[in-house]
C-alpha cells in the first residue's frame, strides 16, 4: 500500500477571493520523480490541462519546465487575480501508484472550512471536477458534512454552481451568515475527454466548427468562471 501525500501547502494570501480545489498531484510529484515539462507547482503536470488553458485565456506566456521561473509565474499569476489553490485531500492509500482519482483509499482531508473562516475575503471556490467518486467536489461534500453543512443547487448547467452558508460566529442573525459559492469544472485531465464529447453544447459547437476541440471546450468553460 502507498501512502499518497500532498506535496504542496495551501496557496492563499490575505486578499485571496478564489480558490481553486482539487484532489492529488500525481505520486510522482510527491515522491520527488518529475517528468521532462512538469513544474514543481500545484497542477504542475505536463499532461494536465488547468496551466494550459490558462496560459490561453490570459496569453501568460508561461513556461512549461522544472524551474523556478516557472513556479514564479504561476505564483505571481495567481496573487495577482486574487486565486489561490488549496486541494481537499491531504493524504490517501493505493494499491496502484497511479493519478487517479477512484485509486484513493481512505483519504484525509484538509480543513478546507477553517481555511474559509482564516480568510473572509474567500467567496469562491473551483473545483477541477465535479461530484463522481472521489472528485474534488465528492470529497467536499463529505468535508462539510462534519460541520453539519451542505451544498444547495444554484445552477444544474454545466459548469455546475452550488453554494453554502457558513453561519456567523458573532450573530444568530442568519441574514449575516456567510455565502461561499462553488463551480465545478470539467476536470482539466484527459481522463474528461470522453466526458465533454458527450456534452449537447460540445456537440453543437463541434458540428459547427470542425476544428473545435476538447481544449477550446475547456478555454470557453474556464474564462468565463476566471
Given at each position: ?13 490575505e486578499n485571496t477571493t478564489k480558490l481553486i480545489v482539487g484532489t492529488l498531484p500525481p505520486p510522482r510529484f510527491s515522491m520527488g520523480k518529475l ?192
Amino acid at each position: 500500500m502507498f501512502l499518497h501525500e500532498h506535496p504542496y501547502k495551501p496557496f492563499i494570501s490575505e486578499n485571496t477571493t478564489k480558490l481553486i480545489v482539487g484532489t492529488l498531484p500525481p505520486p510522482r510529484f510527491s515522491m520527488g520523480k518529475l517528468k521532462a515539462g512538469d513544474v514543481n507547482f500545484c497542477y504542475g503536470s505536463i499532461d494536465g490541462l488547468l496551466w494550459p488553458v490558462l496560459d490561453k485565456i490570459f496569453n501568460l506566456k508561461l513556461k512549461f519546465e522544472t524551474t523556478s521561473e516557472a513556479i514564479k509565474q504561476r505564483k505571481d499569476f495567481l496573487k495577482s487575480r486574487n486565486i489561490g489553490v488549496c486541494d481537499i485531500v491531504a493524504s490517501a492509500e493505493r494499491d496502484k501508484i497511479d493519478a487517479s482519482d477512484i485509486g484513493m483509499q481512505n483519504p484525509k482531508f484538509r480543513n478546507v472550512i477553517r481555511y474559509i473562516k482564516e480568510y473572509p475575503k474567500i467567496d469562491t471556490l473551483i473545483f477541477t471536477g465535479g461530484n463522481s467518486k472521489n472528485g474534488p467536489e465528492y470529497f467536499f461534500r463529505q468535508h462539510l458534512k462534519t460541520f453539519n453543512l451542505k451544498l444547495q443547487v444554484v445552477s444544474k448547467e454545466v459548469p455546475r454552481i452550488h453554494e453554502f452558508f457558513i453561519p456567523s460566529e458573532t450573530s444568530k442573525d442568519s441574514k449575516l451568515d456567510r455565502i461561499i459559492k462553488t463551480i465545478s469544472l470539467t476536470a482539466p485531465s484527459g481522463a474528461a475527454n470522453r466526458a465533454i464529447g458527450s456534452m449537447d453544447l460540445y456537440k453543437q459547437l463541434k458540428n459547427k466548427n470542425s476544428n473545435f476541440n476538447t481544449f477550446d471546450f475547456r478555454v470557453m468553460q474556464y474564462r468565463d468562471v476566471f
